[in-house]
């Protein structure tokens, strides 16, 4: 059995699951059941949605994912919420560590990047950058001052450098890697005219390009790179999306609930669609892996906070913010 915690807003993403002939026993609970439940069966619990959490919420998942820890046979969870980084820590730390040419700033520090063009993101949720590219500190100050009018938190908005191969000239490319338990493995590429490559554009490449990408996910010649990544995040399910610059892979962020791709899909190139499967098949498979054959349930955690969600509604604002 496997339960995905998560925010009600995500829970039609892991349905989608089960769209699959080879999905395995899973089920999907809210953190707003999770903080309530008086048991907790045994299962792996994969705890998704850790950046729509506050801290406080992530300090109650915290403990109730080292309690099934620490249940023995039977019980795993993946994805510790207290530790998992957000979007700003792990760029600044990959940078450290050499695993990232660019840098991330936050713009509450009076940023002075390094490396322009940079743009401007939120830290917290996974929107679309409020920025377009930025070349110059001038421009960088001016949209920053523009987006404290608009009432944007500075201490959550993230200044990041842009550093980024194209795939041809005209065309900006993405690439994926999952980590599902101990399995990593590369996902297909993705192509847009925009810097900003989020909603695939399948008719910039032809057949014999999609070849050559199956080839490069059969290779999966990252892997033990983003082995790296995914260690210093401190995240054991989720998708890392990525770039090239000078051919070596550059880490902009990990999505802590990917999206889980519609097994029939519409787009036109055959070799693209074939790509999708193998990953489809893949992701699916090494889920089922996770899987736990144990029975029973342990108590859930007895803990004043949990007591207090339980027993006052107006603190139990979690799942009803999403």
Same mark, same amino acid.
């Given at each position: 059995?496997?339960?995905f ?9 892991i ?9 395995p026993?899973?089920? $999907? ?7 309530r ?5 045994a ?8 950046? !729509? ?5 992530r ?12 249940a ?8 510790d ?7 700003y820590?792990l ?5 450290e560590?050499?695993?990232?040419a $660019?840098?991330a700033?936050l713009?509450? /520090?009076?940023?002075?990047? *390094?490396r322009?063009?940079v743009f ?17 500190q001038?421009e ?14 500075l /201490? ?5 450098e842009?550093?980024a191969?194209?795939? %041809? ?5 993405k ?9 990593? $493995?590369?996902? $297909?590429?993705?192509?847009g005219?925009s ?7 399948? /008719? ?8 050559? /990408? ?8 990252? %892997? *033990?790179?983003? !082995? ?11 998708r ?6 000078n051919g ?20 036109k190139?055959a070799?693209?669609?074939?790509? *999708? ?10 889920i089922?892996?996770?899987?736990s ?18 027993l ?5 604002y ?5």
């Amino acid at each position: 059995m496997i339960i995905f915690i998560g925010t009600n807003r995500q829970r039609s993403n892991i349905m989608r699951l089960r769209q699959h002939q080879q999905a395995p026993k899973f089920a $999907f609970k809210s953190y707003n059941w999770l903080y309530r439940t008086f048991k907790l069966p045994a299962a792996t619990y994969v705890f998704t949605g850790i950046d !729509r959490l506050d801290f406080n919420e992530r300090r109650l998942a915290g403990r109730i994912f080292r309690h099934i820890k620490a249940a023995g046979d039977g019980f795993d969870a993946l994805n510790d919420p207290a530790h998992a980084k957000g979007r700003y820590r792990l760029l600044r730390g990959l940078n450290e560590q050499s695993l990232n040419a $660019f840098n991330a700033y936050l713009a509450i /520090d009076d940023p002075r990047p *390094e490396r322009f063009p940079v743009f401007i993101r939120r830290n917290s949720i996974s929107t679309a950058p409020l920025s377009g590219l930025l070349h110059s500190q001038s421009e960088l100050n001016e949209a920053i001052e523009e987006l404290s009018k608009r009432a944007e938190p500075l /201490d959550d908005l993230v200044i990041i450098e842009f550093r980024a191969d194209q795939f %041809a000239p005209g065309i900006h490319q993405k690439f994926s890697m999952y980590k599902i338990g101990d399995q990593i $493995f590369q996902s $297909f590429i993705n192509v847009g005219k925009s810097w900003l490559v989020k909603y695939d554009d399948d /008719d910039l490449l032809n057949e014999d390009q999609y070849l050559v /990408d199956r080839q490069l996910m059969e290779q999966n010649q990252f %892997a *033990e790179h983003f !082995r790296e990544v995914f260690e210093l995040a401190n995240v054991d399910y989720g998708r890392a999306d990525f770039g090239l610059y000078n051919g070596q892979p550059q880490t902009y962020e990990i999505n802590f609930n990917p999206f889980y791709l519609i097994v029939k899909s519409e787009v036109k190139s055959a070799q693209r669609r074939l790509n *999708e499967d193998y990953v489809v098949e893949k992701r699916t498979r090494a889920i089922a892996e996770l899987g736990s054959l144990g029975n029973g349930s342990i108590h859930n955690i007895s803990d004043p906070e949990i007591t207090a969600f339980r027993l006052r509604p107006w603190r139990n604002y979690a799942p009803q913010r999403y």
